[in-house]
């Protein structure tokens, strides 16, 4: 019998002469060549579109619908059946055995769309509260109605944010109405004072051209 291997160390022995005499370059573009035709199995793909049932990768079932039963050859798809329509959903791409139940909204939250096989249901705080959109949200909170002296509301209360006071924009404005008019006589004045300013040495130069005719 021939020892462990005998066969596949013959062979190595047999292509050790030919491999020496080969170009390095050349032999690593057929080890990527080989790389390319015969990838193995990573652990993105498993995460992706497939999942493992023991030892056999199944192809997950598309997004509203759940594995009713797993597949038996390897990367085929399971059995998939469709989630109850206003009960249950599936997001994404799934391997589990049932899909996710609906969200159903709080007595002070509101709906904003219903629960699909592919999508959950959407709430929102009802009009007066409000929940921080960073945060989750236990329970909503009333929106500040008055600001406090010397502020006024900059922002609305919305359903994920309270309301933002901050001081009054009308001190801008008057601010403003008080400058318009003093800027707008100032610059008039400069360009009249310009005006009369340049009028005056035409005038001038021209009465000692005049002078000169006389001479």
């Given at each position: 019998?021939?020892?462990?291997?005998?066969?596949?160390?013959?062979?190595?022995?047999?292509?050790?002469?030919a491999?020496?005499?080969m170009?390095?370059?050349?032999?690593?573009?057929?080890?990527?060549?080989?790389?390319?035709v015969?990838?193995?199995r990573?652990?993105?793909?498993?995460?992706?579109s497939?999942?493992?049932?023991?030892?056999?990768r199944c192809l997950?079932?598309?997004a509203?619908?759940?594995?009713?039963?797993h597949?038996?050859?390897q990367?085929?798809?399971?059995?998939?059946?469709?989630?109850?329509?206003g009960?249950?959903?599936?997001?994404?791409?799934?391997?589990?055995t049932?899909?996710?139940?609906?969200?159903?909204?709080?007595?002070?939250?509101?709906?904003?769309s219903?629960?699909?096989?592919?999508?959950n249901?959407?709430?929102?705080c009802?009009?007066?509260?409000y929940?921080?959109?960073?945060e989750?949200?236990?329970i909503c909170?009333?929106?500040?109605?008055?600001?406090?002296?010397?502020q006024?509301?900059?922002?609305?209360?919305?359903?994920?944010?309270?309301?933002?006071?901050?001081?009054p924009?009308?001190?801008?404005?008057m601010?403003?109405?008080?400058?318009?008019?003093?800027v707008?006589v100032?610059?008039?004045?400069?360009?009249?004072a310009?005006?009369?300013?340049?009028?005056?040495?035409?005038?001038?130069?021209?009465?000692?051209?005049?002078s000169?005719?006389?001479?």
């Amino acid at each position: 019998m021939a020892p462990y291997g005998g066969q596949d160390k013959s062979v190595l022995l047999v292509m050790t002469p030919a491999l020496q005499t080969m170009n390095p370059r050349f032999l690593l573009f057929i080890f990527f060549l080989l790389v390319l035709v015969h990838p193995g199995r990573s652990d993105d793909d498993t995460n992706e579109s497939f999942y493992l049932n023991g030892n056999t990768r199944c192809l997950r079932c598309p997004a509203g619908t759940y594995v009713v039963k797993h597949c038996t050859i390897q990367d085929t798809r399971s059995t998939c059946e469709l989630c109850l329509p206003g009960e249950t959903y599936s997001e994404h791409l799934t391997g589990l055995t049932e899909c996710l139940q609906c969200k159903v909204c709080r007595a002070d939250e509101e709906e904003v769309s219903p629960c699909t096989v592919k999508k959950n249901t959407v709430c929102r705080c009802k009009k007066g509260t409000y929940c921080p959109g960073d945060e989750p949200c236990e329970i909503c909170q009333k929106c500040t109605t008055s600001c406090p002296p010397n502020q006024e509301i900059q922002t609305p209360c919305n359903s994920t944010s309270d309301t933002e006071c901050g001081p009054p924009k009308t001190d801008n404005k008057m601010l403003l109405a008080i400058l318009l008019p003093t800027v707008s006589v100032l610059l008039f004045a400069a360009f009249c004072a310009w005006y009369f300013c340049l009028r005056k040495k035409f005038n001038k130069s021209k009465w000692k051209e005049k002078s000169y005719i006389y001479v």
